[in-house]
Structures are given as C-alpha cells and as structure tokens.
C-alpha cells in the first residue's frame, strides 16, 4: 500500500499508540514484539507534534483481561475494530507490527491506521540487524513515518544506541508483559508486588541498555522501591539523556521523596526533551504537591 501524504502540521497533538508486536506465522512466542514495541513507544516518547501516549495508559481499556493481552501478544489474530478502539480512546494513530527472527535479523511488518481519515492503513516491510544498537532500521523508518506526515522534528533525540540483543529483548518483553497483566490484574489479587525476576534478567543481559535500565526503574517503582528505583532511572539516563520514561520516572521518585527542586528539574527537563511548555510542567509538579496530604 502506498502510504498517505497527507501532513498534521495543522492538526494539533494527535496521539499515536504503538501495540505490542506479534509473530508471524511460524514465529515461536517469545518477548522480542512486546520488546519491539517498547523500543517503538519510546521513538515517539520525543515525537514533539504527538501528545504523549503509552500503551501502558490504557492496556486496561484496550485488553480488560489479562488472557486477551495474552492472546493478541502471541499473535492470535488483531484488534478487531481498531476504528471502534480510535473513537473509544481517543488515539487517532495505532501502529500494528509483525515479527520474525531470521538468520541474524529480525523483519518487520508495520502498518500505521490513521482512525480519523478512516484510510486502509500505510504499511512497512523492514529488516533490521541485531547487532548493530537498532540503529540501522531507525533511518528508513523515520522516513516511512514522514511519509505518513508525521515526521520527527528532531529525530536525533529518538536515534540512541541500544545494545540489548534478542536475548535481551526477549528477557524485557516477559517483563513488560508482567507489567501489564499487574495494570490489568490489579485489585484482583491480595499481592501488591510483581515479580522482578524478568526486569532483572532483562536488566543484567543488557547492562548498557537504556530500555532495560528504564524498564527496571518501572518495576521498582510499581513495587514501591523508590531508592531503587531512581538508581535504575539514573542509569538509564547514562545510556540516553534524552530518556523520556526515565526522566518522568526521576520526576515521580522525587515527588515519592517530597523533593519539590528534584521533581522540577526533571519535569522540565521531559518537556524540554518533547518541546512541551515548561509552565505546564512546572504547574503539574506545584499541582502534585498541592494535592499531598
């Protein structure tokens, strides 16, 4: 399909969802699209003409049980009216991927829905190399989006090195799958805590990995280990300053710690890395702790 050209500069802050990636026909389970889909949420965490928009917001609205997550996870079948799921969230754009891994690659097939033209969907077929950081693909991905007229105005801030390896995506895609049935799950169950054992995994197979690092920032956090939890962010932000779920992970550590100066720097310094307004930012954290008890 020949993507559409049509631009959104005159369209204020859509949104853009990135689903979970599923096997091919053929393809075994395992947690590489679920890890490709976080490596794609965090692209458009800097998108700058997008609001910002994860997958983890809504999982609960999208898949209210936890064996539908796992059923479309493992590739049994699409979302039925992605249409129908456009107008219930109020998310214009849904990217829907497909993998397979191969000889030292993994190939994708990506497909952009645009809820609001109602068009049949922009589609991308890509390979990309295993061992070299995800940085191959991201050009001519940039490019596919632009095409569909949303192009990064700084794509620099989305083209980190990430050196994670299949083993580790696998190992960080089971761990965000864990995440997600504890946001589905939650309230039906006396335990509070979910079980890290992927997070670590995933973070010790891919020590240089900012999604990995990020990620178990993420699990600390739902555990309510905050020291930790902010260690896990810092570091993360080692391997990519321009971190977007890092740094609002620093920001709601130091609102956890009544740090008033902390939360501020790292408000303003996620609006700075998106373009957002700095006022606002600042006005959400005065609002966090007007709020506090």
């Known amino acids: ?12 802050h859509p949104k853009l969802i990135v689903m979970p990636f599923q096997p091919f026909d053929g393809q075994a389970f395992d947690g590489i699209g679920v890890g490709l889909h976080f490596f794609g949420g965090n692209l458009f ?36 009216d992605i249409q129908a799921l456009g107008r219930q969230e109020q998310v214009r754009f849904w990217l829907e991927g497909q993998y397979r891994q191969k000889e030292g690659e993994i190939q994708l097939s ?16 890509l ?12 050009g001519a991905f940039f490019d596919w989006i632009a095409s569909c007229g949303l192009a990064f105005d700084d794509s620099e801030k989305a083209n980190w090195p990430e050196p994670i390896g299949v083993r580790g995506l696998d190992f960080l895609g089971r761990a965000l799958e864990t995440l997600y049935l504890s946001y589905i799950q939650k309230g039906e169950t006396q335990a509070d805590k979910i079980d890290l054992t992927w997070f670590y995994r995933a973070s010790e197979a891919s020590k240089d990995s900012y999604l990995a ?23 993360a932000l080692e391997h990519n300053r321009a971190g977007i779920g890092a740094l609002a992970g620093m920001m709601w550590c130091a609102l956890c710690a009544n740090n008033r100066e902390k939360a501020v720097h790292y408000a303003l310094a996620k609006a700075g890395c998106r373009g957002g307004s700095l006022e606002k930012a600042r006005a959400f954290v005065d609002k966090k702790f007007a709020e506090s008890p």
């Not at 993420?218 to 570091?235: I, M, V």
């Open 45 to 80: 965490g800097v998108h700058g003409r997008l609001t910002e928009c994860w997958f983890g917001w809504r999982v609960k609205k999208i898949f209210p049980e936890a064996h539908l997550l796992k059923s479309y996870c493992r590739g049994n079948g699409p979302v039925s």
């Open 110 to 125: 990506m497909v952009l829905h645009d809820t609001r033209e109602g068009m049949p969907g922009s589609q991308i077929h």
């Open 213 to 235: 690092q990020d990620l178990l920032g993420w699990g600390l956090y739902k555990n309510g280990d905050f020291r930790k939890a902010e260690t896990a962010f810092a570091s």
């Open 127 to 138: 390979s990309m190399g295993i061992n070299d950081k995800f940085l191959g693909v991201r």
């Open 1 to 12: 399909m020949a993507p559409h050209k049509k631009s959104i500069s005159a369209i204020a």
